[in-house]
């Protein structure tokens, strides 16, 4: 895998070199120049045309359109491309995106995470610098990424997902029964991808231990799933009191819950519990996008649509549930706009590895409802936005995510053409990006 980094590369060389860069590695000095790129800072929907870009280590030190030098550095002239932030995706699964449910259930540990791994590289490969995992166990694929032992996107993890029994978690068999009568966990708890707890005190204690572990925020399940076996989307899932005190908890860390919710009465339960983000809520009525609207709460919604790939390999339970969640997302969106709620953007791409390819090409799905510019700034400096609720327990604060100006993160794209005018560009196994840099490393690099 191509990688360059200023913190890697000789300190041979004196003065500033011009080079294309191959896909084998180059040894080069100092910071990195980038020169003629028209840039998306992620915030502002005018570009800063003919622009030139400095990282040093690991931040972008100097945005300019005046020409800038490096002494002892590397200049990569972008040829006029786009220059903007690393996508972010804010409802991932690292491992479940890597894997199907029938494999879940079956395969080895240690399978089940190599093909994590893998996964972790390709998502990054595909221009997402920044994932939001919300459920499954992430914890140390996140520090071998950070620890340079891999190669992945950055990762906000939450650990298992908390489920009452029978919830959208729940995914042992109908004759395993609850461990309070006796039952050991069913496979997706030894593999902590859930957490099955009931009552106050047991989901206390998953919300701890998943603190414990590292979470940046929690996940919880407060209503009914499409993948699930057991529970229509009707039902409403935690009662008041139980979601009160999975917030407190994370309260008391310095952090925040978002939960699994579709329908319109489990969404006003949680928001009233104080959650702050809602994951999918397809089936919302305007009385709940009001109050989300009051709350200043944050919607992660998918453009899932009827031939969306993978929906054919449902049994037909599963697939009526996906029916209804199809037939809600465009009444929703009128919510949405309406009440200019706070959007994230997240994929929840799962059980089907063949479909992650598509990751960025969800993107354009909401071309229906929002500029090209807007659901750029929603992938990049909005996404960066919602994940500040972490607090104190952001693993990343050594400058912004999202954006691209000085002393933020080089997290980095140069894209052939100009997303702004079509975001769809962007897809297709981001054919399209040709350089992408993380944390000042560039990973792919097809520049000639």
């Known amino acids: 895998m191509y990688k360059l980094t200023p913190k890697t590369v000789s300190a041979a060389l004196a003065v500033v070199v011009s080079v294309a860069l191959p896909a084998a590695a180059q040894d080069a000095a100092g910071p990195i120049l980038f020169t003629n790129v028209n840039v998306f800072d992620g915030v502002n929907e005018a570009l800063i045309m003919n622009a030139n870009v400095v990282v040093t280590d690991n931040l972008i030190t100097a945005i300019s359109t005046e020409p800038l030098a490096v002494a002892g550095g590397t200049v990569i002239d972008g040829g006029g491309r786009t220059l903007m932030p690393g996508l972010i995706d804010a409802h991932w699964h690292t491992l479940l995106s890597s894997i199907t449910l029938e494999e879940g259930q079956s395969e080895e540990a240690d399978y089940l995470h190599a093909r994590a791994i893998a996964g972790a590289e390709a998502t990054l490969l595909r221009g997402f610098t920044t994932v939001r ?7 140390g694929i996140k520090k ?34 609850p461990r309070a009568f006796g039952w050991g966990p069913p496979r997706f708890e030894q593999l902590e991808i859930t957490r099955v707890a009931d009552g106050v005190d047991e989901v206390l204690a998953a919300t701890r231990y998943n603190l414990k572990k590292g979470a940046t925020q929690i996940k919880v399940m407060a209503g009914g799933g499409v993948s699930s076996l057991y529970d229509p989307l009707y039902v409403n899932e935690y009662t008041a009191e139980e979601l009160k005190a999975i917030v407190d908890a994370a309260t008391d860390w310095g952090t925040y819950v978002t939960v699994h919710i579709y ?3 489990g969404i006003a339960r949680a928001l009233n519990a104080g959650v702050k983000g809602i994951e999918h809520g397809h089936l919302m009525s305007e009385e709940s996008a009001r109050l989300m609207a009051e709350k200043g709460a944050w919607l992660s919604i998918q453009p899932f649509y009827l031939d969306i790939p993978g929906a054919e390999t449902l049994d037909p339970d599963r697939y009526a549930k996906f029916v209804q969640v ?43 409802h929002y500029s090209d510019f807007e659901i750029l700034r929603m992938a990049t400096s909005h996404n960066a936005k919602y994940f500040e609720l972490s607090g104190p327990g952001h693993p990343y604060q050594e400058g912004p995510l999202g954006v691209i100006k000085e002393g933020a993160y080089a997290d980095i794209l140069l894209v052939d053409g100009n997303p702004l005018e079509d975001v769809s560009i962007l897809g297709e196994d981001a054919k399209n990006i040709l350089l992408i840099m993380k944390d000042g490393v560039i990973y792919k690099n097809t520049l000639q």
Do not use: C
């Open 144 to 177: 071998a990424i950070d620890e340079g032992v891999i190669e992945g996107p950055r990762i906000f993890p939450s650990g298992a997902l908390i489920s009452q029994t029978s919830g959208h978690g729940d995914f042992g068999q109908v004759w395993e029964g």
């Open 133 to 139: 995992d919300v459920g499954g166990p992430a914890f």
């Open 326 to 368: 199809v037939d809600g997302f465009e009444k929703t969106m009128e919510f949405v706009k309406k009440y200019d709620l706070n959007m994230a953007f997240g994929t929840d791409l799962l059980f089907s590895p063949n479909t992650n390819g598509q990751q960025a090409d969800l993107l354009a799905r909401f071309k229906n």
């Open 263 to 265: 329908n319109e009465k």
